[in-house]
Nanobody
C-alpha cells in the first residue's frame, strides 16, 4: 500500500473552478477521486491510469471535470473542477490502487486499497 494525501479544497461559487491535488508515497497503477456529499454514500468522480492517458469519469462530471497525472511526478493526481451546482459539495477523497490488477473497474470503490483523509469542497449557490 501507499499513503495518499489530498489538498486544494475550499469554497467556490457555483460556476467557479477549483483544483484538487493528491500525492502518493509510491507507485500507483490507478488514482481516483471520490466524493461523499452530506447524507449520501461515497461515489466515484474520476479515475486515471499511471500513464495519464486513460481516464474515466462519472457521467455527471464529464466535460466539466478533468483528472490528470503530474508531468514530472506520476504519483500525483489532479482534479480540475469546473463546478455547476451546490450538489457537488462534499468531502473529496483521493484513492490509489497500488498493484497492477487485471480487469480493474477504475470507478469502483472496492478496487482501491489506499485512501486519503479527504479535502472539503463547498459549492455555494
Amino acid at each position: 500500500q501507499v499513503q495518499v494525501m489530498e489538498s486544494g479544497g475550499g469554497s467556490v461559487p457555483a460556476g467557479g473552478s477549483l483544483r484538487l491535488s493528491c500525492i502518493a508515497s509510491g507507485y500507483t497503477y490507478y488514482m481516483a477521486w471520490f466524493r461523499q456529499s452530506p447524507g449520501k454514500g461515497r461515489e466515484a468522480v474520476a479515475a486515471v491510469h499511471i500513464s495519464g492517458e486513460i481516464t474515466y469519469y462519472d457521467d455527471s462530471v464529464k466535460g466539466r471535470f478533468t483528472i490528470s497525472r503530474g508531468n514530472n511526478n506520476k504519483n500525483t493526481a489532479y482534479l480540475q473542477m469546473n463546478t455547476r451546482k451546490p450538489e457537488e459539495t462534499g468531502m473529496y477523497y483521493c484513492a490509489a490502487l497500488w498493484g497492477v490488477v487485471e480487469d480493474v473497474s477504475p470507478l469502483a470503490e472496492v478496487e482501491y486499497d489506499s485512501w486519503g483523509q479527504g479535502t472539503q469542497v463547498t459549492v455555494s449557490s
